[in-house]
């Protein structure tokens, strides 16, 4: 099984609509981040948290919000979808020990398109 | 300045062809450095972390320049499998990475 899983790994959704993306791990890390990634700019930090009662805003938070309901699940959530929403939207954990602590882990990746 | 910048190429290369990508990052405080393989519409995969005496795993040799602010990954002996985007990445301590938009390489027969 996977380490890192999200769901859905696909979604079409309308303008205005609320929908929630969820991540979950089994690799026992402490930091969870959402990124989206869109062609010609890269992956860009959407929310990241450090810890369960940790959320930190990234490069791009506005239209986002985030939840880590536990150490092992990490939501991110559009309040009213827009179409430049439109992405690739990766889940990734780190741990914060070890020779490798800063090595992110990344799941699947959602495909969220928005009419 | 952006953060982390990268040639974007297409980097078009014949198997066995030895190929060198250059990144420079514009945070001298950064502390951490990596180089991340994605194929195409997959996740990000760690290749390679990146210290300052330079380090080597098999075909693949990373090179730090903390003076410059520069990091390099060289391919030895291109395959086909090599044939990927390959995203710089660099971080401070208690901060998230910082990634570059990618370099693709594309290797043929």
């Known amino acids: 099984d996977a380490d890192v899983t999200q769901t859905p790994r696909n979604r079409i959704t309308k303008t205005g609509k609320r929908i929630m993306l969820e991540c979950s791990q089994t690799k026992g890390h402490d930091r969870m981040y959402w990124y989206r990634q869109d062609p010609g700019l890269g992956l860009r930090l959407i929310y990241y948290s450090f810890d369960v009662k940790d959320i930190n805003k990234g490069e791009i938070s506005d239209g986002y919000s985030v939840s880590r309901q536990a150490q092992a699940k990490f939501s991110l959530s559009l309040e009213s979808a827009i179409p430049n929403q439109t992405a690739l939207y990766f889940c990734a954990t780190s741990d914060r020990t070890g020779i490798q602590w800063e090595t992110q882990y990344f799941g699947p990746g959602t495909r969220l398109l928005v009419l | 300045r952006k953060e982390v910048e990268q040639d974007p190429g297409p980097f078009n290369v014949p198997e066995g062809a030895t190929v060198a990508f250059n990144c420079t990052y514009s945070?001298?405080?950064?502390?951490?450095f990596f180089w991340y393989r994605q194929d195409c519409r997959k996740e990000p995969k760690l290749l390679m972390s990146v210290y300052s005496s330079g380090n080597e795993d098999g075909r693949f040799t990373a090179q730090l320049n903390r003076a410059s602010q520069y990091i390099s990954l060289l391919i030895r002996d291109s395959k086909l499998s090599d044939s990927a985007t390959y995203l710089c990445v660099v971080n401070q301590a208690g901060t998230a990475l910082i990634f570059g938009k990618g370099t693709t390489l594309s290797v043929s027969s």
């Open positions: 945070n001298s405080a950064s502390q951490s």
